[in-house]
Structures are given as C-alpha cells and as structure tokens.
C-alpha cells in the first residue's frame, strides 16, 4: 500500500468523512444517513494461497445502526492504481462481511441452543446487505465487473449460467461541479480537485474563497499533496490553528510558494553577481595579457628598428 492510499484511507475512516460520502453518492446529497449511526465493522481475513496465508484487508467498513438495528454494511475502497483484479477483491471482501454476519447468527444459535445443524441458519435470521463504493482516483476506464475480466465462451448456452459481479465505480475525475459540490465533509476539498471540470486555475480560486473549515487537518492536507503532487501541504504548521479554514491553508502554500520564489531569485541574483564577477576578473586578465603582449609588441618593433639602423651603416 503506498503513500496516497495510506493517506486517502486515513481520511475516510473519519465517520463524518465516511458518512458524507455515502450521503453525497447514494443519497445525492441528502444528509440521511448521520455519523453517529456508524460504527467500524471489522472483516479482515486470511486466505490460503500456495501454502501461505494472505490477508484480505479492507481499507474502510462500516456497520450503519438506525434505532440499535443493523440496517446495511457500507464499504469504502480507495484505488489509486490500475489494479485489473479489483473486481475480484471486492467480491471477497463482500464475502467476507457476509460470512462474518453468519458466524455471528451461528455463534448467537450456539449460545442459545437453536442450533440450525445442516441449514447451519434459521429461515427468520435474514443478512444485512453489503455496499461497497470504489472510490477511484485514477483517469484511466478500468473494468467494473468480473466478466470483463474474463475471456468468455462464445457458447450462449454457456454463458447465462455465468454469473457477473458489478462493483459501484465511483470515478471521481468525472465528477461535474455540481456533484461535487454535494459534498460537505472535508472531502470537499478532494472531490472538488479531481472534478474534471475544475482547471487548476479554478482549484486555486476555489481554495482562496472557501471559508469551509478542515476538521482533520492532517489526514486531509496529506490527501491533497498525494492527490496534486504538491509538498507544500505537509509542511504546513498544522498546531498553529485546530482547524484552519481551506482559504487560510492555500494562503499558506501561497505564502509558501512566494517565498520560495523569492529565495531562488534571490539564490540566481547571487549565482549572477559571481558568475559576473568571476568574468569581470577574467576581462581584467585579459586586459592584463593583452597589455603585456602589446609592450612585448613594442620592444619587439624597437629591437627591429634597432637592426635595421645598424644594417643600414
């Protein structure tokens, strides 16, 4: 897992963050569902593969509780990179959060002697369905089902008895500002960067008018370096304020960025002075020479004339 994933997971693991995501996409921008209804639901396992375990790790899950009922399993995935096996991954990562739903019901049974024995479940002990968001930073088309992946029979009868595997792609760089503005946690600020419509004359101009405050200034100013490429966000004093509003941070990184133009004008106006000084020295040794060569000039043209008197007695 790189850098940019470790940050953008960081950031969405924040139960506001995570709940103005699902109520910007799901609920286009209805605030329905409230960070206070969702807690972590750990589903991270370990498969067998070549004799090894290897662990299937899910960035973000949460368990959406209304009125202390369980009412869907929200998953969050962020994908930086083109990984064509995505769609593979999430169809075991939402395995897993079912899997984990039935060994709760087969625990709950155990503990109060309503074993299911073969059916191993009870036909009133329903699952809580699972939703997973790719949130996709990348601009690249990639596949959003399994069957892309995969090279089909051509044999029809074959074929509807393939099942497919669609995953909710969320790709952000095509977001218009109009979705991203739906958006009310600091990821705003993220969506808004990675709208196609935004020109990076717009984001600047953006960030110097929002008054929107940063709740989770780190994890979002190192979002926004991996997403931008800038390094400036890291280096910004994060306990000068608890939460800066976004005009105040790009008034940073503009002060920043003022700054270090300014030092490397000023490291060029001192490069220049050498370099013009070190070639006022060099003219002045050359002048030197040239003098030197014009008195050897002289006294060679005075011994020449001094021959030719004595030739001429």
Same mark, same amino acid.
């Given at each position: 897992m790189g850098q940019p994933d470790l940050a953008v997971n960081s950031l969405t693991s924040h139960a506001d963050v995570f709940a103005d995501i699902i109520n910007a996409i799901i609920y286009e921008g209805r605030t329905v569902l409230n960070e206070t209804c969702l807690k972590p639901f750990y589903v991270n396992s370990a498969v067998s593969k070549q004799g090894k375990l290897k662990g299937l790790y899910r960035d973000t899950c949460m368990e959406d509780t209304r009125n202390g009922i369980r009412y869907v399993i929200w998953g969050i995935e962020n994908q930086y990179v083109d990984d064509l096996t995505t769609p593979f991954k999430i169809m075991g990562y939402d395995f897993t959060a079912y899997d984990k739903q039935i060994e709760e019901f087969m625990r709950h049974n155990k503990q109060n002697g309503r074993d299911a024995y073969v059916q191993q479940l009870h036909f009133d002990q329903k699952l809580k369905p699972v939703v997973t968001l790719v949130l996709y930073y990348g601009t690249k088309n990639i596949p959003d089902n399994i069957c892309a992946l995969m090279e089909m029979p051509e044999d029809t009868c074959v074929k509807r008895y393939i099942q497919n595997y669609h995953l909710n792609v969320i790709r952000l760089h095509t977001l218009t500002p109009a979705q991203a503005a739906l958006f009310q946690s600091d990821f705003a600020h993220i969506a808004k960067f990675l709208a196609k419509s935004y020109n990076k004359k717009e984001q600047i101009e953006y960030l110097m008018n929002s008054k929107q405050t940063v709740v989770h200034t780190k994890d979002t100013l190192y979002t926004l370096s991996a997403i931008t490429g800038e390094p400036r966000y890291l280096t910004i004093?994060?306990?000068?304020?608890?939460?800066?509003?976004?005009?105040?941070?790009?008034?940073?990184?503009?002060?920043?960025?003022?700054?270090?133009?300014?030092?490397?004008? $000023?490291?060029? +106006?001192?490069? !220049?002075?050498? &370099? =013009? @000084?070190?070639? $006022?020295?060099? +003219?002045?040794? !050359?002048?030197? &020479? =040239? @003098?030197a060569l014009a008195e050897k000039d002289a006294q060679i043209a005075f011994l020449m004339e001094q021959l030719k008197l004595k030739s001429d007695f």
């Open positions: 004093n994060e306990t000068r304020k608890e939460k800066p509003a976004m005009c105040e941070v790009a008034e940073a990184i503009f002060q920043m960025g003022y700054n270090e133009r300014n030092n490397e004008i $000023a490291k060029m +106006d001192t490069i !220049i002075k050498e &370099k =013009e @000084a070190a070639l $006022a020295e060099k +003219d002045a040794q !050359i002048a030197k &020479k =040239e @003098a």
